[in-house]
C-alpha cells in the first residue's frame, strides 16, 4: 500500500505555470507507474501523464508540450510542472500510483484554477 498526499495547487493567470507535487509514503522506485489525473467540474476523471519505473513518461494530448511530469527518487516525490496554463486546464489533480496498466491508490486531490 502507499499514502500519496498533493500539493502545490492554486489560483494562476493564463499564460502562467504551476508546479504540483505528489508526496509518496514509500521509494516510487518500488512503484510501477505514477500518474497525474484531473478532474473539472461535471466531466469524468481524465489522464494527464504518466512516469513508469524506468523513466518512461506519456502524455494526453491536450498537456503535450505545456506540461512535463519527473520523478525525485531521493525525495519520494513525483511532480508536475504545468506551463502555457489555459482556463481548460482548470480542475482537481490528482496523483496515482499503481502497476502499468492502472491506477491503484490515489491523492486527495489538489485544486488548481486557470482565471484572469
Known amino acids: 500500500q502507499v499514502q500519496l498526499v498533493e500539493s502545490g495547487g492554486g489560483l494562476v493567470q493564463p499564460g502562467g505555470s504551476l508546479r504540483l507535487s505528489c508526496a509518496a509514503s514509500?521509494?516510487?522506485?518500488?512503484?510501477?507507474?505514477m500518474r497525474w489525473y484531473r478532474q473539472a467540474p461535471g466531466l469524468q476523471r481524465e489522464f494527464v501523464a504518466r512516469?513508469?519505473?524506468?523513466?518512461?513518461?506519456n502524455y494526453a494530448d491536450s498537456v503535450k508540450g505545456r506540461f512535463t511530469i519527473s520523478r525525485d527518487n531521493a525525495q519520494n516525490t513525483v511532480y508536475l510542472q504545468m506551463n502555457s496554463l489555459k482556463p481548460e486546464d482548470t480542475a482537481v489533480y490528482y496523483c496515482?500510483?499503481?502497476?502499468?496498466?492502472?491506477?491503484?491508490?490515489w491523492g486527495q486531490g489538489t485544486q488548481v484554477t486557470v482565471s484572469s
Open positions: 512516469v513508469t519505473k524506468g523513466g518512461r513518461t
Open positions: 496515482a500510483a499503481g502497476d502499468y496498466e492502472s491506477p491503484r491508490y
Open positions: 514509500r521509494s516510487v522506485l518500488s512503484i510501477d507507474a
